[in-house]
């Protein structure tokens, strides 16, 4: 069973950046698709960058420029770096993988079946 452990959340002024990291424990197999949503309490999760098996990577409009989606196979880590951040980018952010060969990304929630307890992001002007 897969289980993931997002990290590196906090509080930082508008303009600035953020590191966020989803460690996996379990078996995650290089082919495994894995991504960032983020979520408001009582609105859907909002799917913002994903990473296939192949190494393709997709991003929502509201971050394609400013976030970026890596992955450390050896590690098991999947990262996403945060930079000229927003007031509207405080929310909650998880990640998600997908226990199965999963060589495109894909910003649905429904393509994945693991999922983080999520760490909070907060920008202030």
């Known amino acids: 069973q897969v289980q993931l452990a997002e990290s590196g959340g906090g509080s930082v002024q508008a303009g600035g950046s953020l590191t966020l990291s989803c460690t996996a424990s379990?078996?995650?197999?290089?082919?495994?698709?894995m991504g960032w949503f983020r979520q408001v309490i009582g609105e859907a999760r909002e799917g913002i960058a994903s990473?296939?098996?192949?190494?393709?990577?997709a991003y929502a409009d509201s971050v394609k420029g400013r976030f970026q989606i890596s992955k450390d196979n050896a590690e098991n880590t999947l990262y996403l770096r945060m930079n000229n951040l927003k007031p509207e980018d405080t929310t909650m952010y998880l990640c998600?993988?997908?226990?199965?060969?999963?060589?495109?990304?894909?910003?649905?929630?429904?393509?994945?079946?693991?999922w983080g307890q999520g760490t909070r992001v907060t920008v202030s002007t």
């Open positions: 998600a993988a997908t226990t199965a060969p999963g060589w495109y990304p894909s910003l649905s929630p429904t393509a994945y079946n693991a």
């Open positions: 990473i296939g098996g192949d190494g393709t990577t």
């Open positions: 379990g078996h995650i197999d290089r082919s495994y698709r």
